[in-house]
């Protein structure tokens, strides 16, 4: 049971490449999220989705898309990178949205943008 | 929108002793709580959850507790330890499915 699993650890990008950045869960959790961490700001929401098929926008989602065509996969693109998006992006999982569910964290992919 | 605010920033102390931990929340409507440790370079792993109807959660030597009515929670950490060095996150979830609001942590450093 792998959990949690980000891909790439690490990566560096110029400004304006693209890059996908995947999230996988084993669990058979319905809920999916992305998150970025940066220093200062704590960590904020970027994209999130309910189910297989659906995404929804969260508080910082401009730059990025999402998708989620597989219910264990939740993918984060950049399609234009800026070095305003250099961070640490952490993906999170959940079965439910219910009062006593906690989320999974991923170790987290460091994305740097010249 | 909910704020979350978590003091002190940073904090060290000796081994062995007991400390505290603050978190504050502007929004009493909560889901729940819940309290995460992060070590450097890693993710997040969740310590304590607890529910709005609920007033403390424990574990092993870490106590939660919440107020819900003057959006406080603490986190008592007993007997510290030099593995006790991280940083703790405080998230508070509003009841939909829109993820977490963070405090921006307390940075932890337990000398041995």
């Known amino acids: 049971n792998a959990g949690v699993t980000q891909t790439p650890k690490f990566r560096v990008l110029k400004t304006g490449q693209s890059m996908t950045l995947l999230c996988a869960q084993d669990?058979?959790?319905?809920?999916m999220y992305w998150y970025r961490q940066d220093p200062g700001m704590g960590l904020r929401l970027i994209h999130y989705?309910?189910?297989?098929?659906?995404?929804a926008k969260g508080e910082v989602p401009d730059g990025y898309n999402v998708s989620r065509l597989k219910k264990q996969n939740f993918l984060l693109g950049l399609e234009s990178a800026a070095p305003s998006q250099t961070s640490v992006y952490f993906c999170a999982s959940s079965y439910s949205a219910a009062m006593g569910e906690t989320q999974y964290f991923g170790p987290g992919t460091r994305l740097l943008v010249l | 929108k909910q704020e979350v605010t978590q003091i002190p920033a940073a904090l060290s102390v000796p081994e062995g002793e007991n400390l505290v931990l603050n978190c504050s929340f502007t929004?009493?409507?909560?889901?729940?709580l819940q309290w995460f440790r992060q070590d450097p370079g890693k993710g997040l792993t969740s310590l304590l959850l607890i529910q709005s109807s609920q007033r403390e959660q424990t574990s092993g030597r870490l106590n939660a507790s919440l107020d819900k009515s003057s959006g406080r929670s603490t986190l008592y950490i007993a007997a510290s330890q030099p593995g006790d060095s991280a940083t703790y996150l405080c998230?508070?979830?509003?009841?939909?499915?829109?993820?977490?609001?963070f405090g921006k942590g307390t940075h932890l450093i337990i000398q041995p």
């Open positions: 989705s309910v189910g297989e098929g659906t995404t």
């Open positions: 998230a508070v979830s509003g009841g939909g499915a829109d993820g977490l609001t």
């Open positions: 669990m058979n959790h319905e809920y």
């Open positions: 929004d009493s409507a909560i889901y729940n």
